[in-house]
């Protein structure tokens, strides 16, 4: 098992550009979720699913979009990146009552 | 969002020695989950507590919930170098929406 892969590991995208962050779990986790880490702030919840087809809204949903077509995967977009969203962007998936399994991070930069 | 406060923010002690982190909020979980993270990696899961008043322990590590279900501490007893990194608590209701502490950064001198 490979358990949470997230790529790229690091990223620097240009104020106004897009991308995706990628996650792909093989654990057949129903439950998984995005959250960025700021230094101070603890982890932050963006957007999270409880299976496929099914996304909500976190704590700091703006300028984020999610689709969750398949168990396995579940990619995060920036629409138009912003130095603000310069975080440590970690996904996690969880069974259920057992906790999250997290991925090892993508360190994005914004200039 | 439910707020959870850790304290202190910044723990150095010797190795051998004892130490207590604590993870407060005015809100009631239905379960509270102890990680530690480790530099340049994802935070890995410790423990799940569920029921006020539980304690459990993992070696050298005891963790406590609250009897109200509000609040949780962990206590490393003879503490090694390895027991070095960031310790974060998170609380919630369910297992896809948690909140997380900011954290407390545990150094471990040799």
């Known amino acids: 098992n490979a358990g949470v892969t997230q790529t790229p590991k690091f990223q620097v995208l240009k104020t106004g550009q897009s991308m995706t962050l990628q996650c792909a779990q093989d654990?057949?986790?129903?439950?998984m979720s995005w959250y960025r880490q700021d230094p101070g702030m603890g982890l932050r919840l963006i957007h999270y699913?409880?299976?496929?087809?099914?996304?909500d809204q976190g704590e700091v949903p703006n300028g984020y979009n999610v689709s969750r077509s398949t168990t396995e995967d579940f990619p995060l977009r920036l629409l138009s990146a912003a130095p603000s969203q310069t975080s440590v962007y970690f996904c996690?998936?969880?069974?259920?009552?057992?906790?999250?399994?997290f991925g090892s991070g993508t360190r994005l930069t914004v200039v | 969002t439910q707020l959870l406060e850790q304290s202190p923010q910044f723990l150095s002690i010797q190795e051998g020695e004892n130490l207590t982190v604590y993870c407060n909020s005015s809100?009631?979980?239905?379960?509270l989950q102890w990680y530690r993270q480790e530099p340049g990696e994802g935070p890995v899961l410790l423990v799940t507590?569920?029921?006020?008043?539980e304690v459990k322990k993992l070696k050298r590590l005891t963790f406590q919930f609250g009897d109200a279900r509000k609040d949780s501490s962990l206590h490393i007893t003879a503490a090694q170098t390895g027991d070095t990194g960031l310790y974060l608590c998170?609380?919630?209701?369910?297992?896809?929406?948690?909140?997380f502490g900011a954290g407390t950064t545990v150094t471990v001198r040799a």
């Open positions: 996690a998936s969880s069974k259920g009552g057992h906790g999250y399994t």
């Open positions: 654990m057949n986790h129903e439950y």
């Open positions: 699913s409880v299976g496929a087809g099914i996304t």
């Open positions: 809100s009631v979980f239905s379960s």
């Open positions: 507590v569920v029921t006020g008043g």
């Open positions: 998170a609380g919630g209701d369910n297992d896809y929406k948690l909140s």
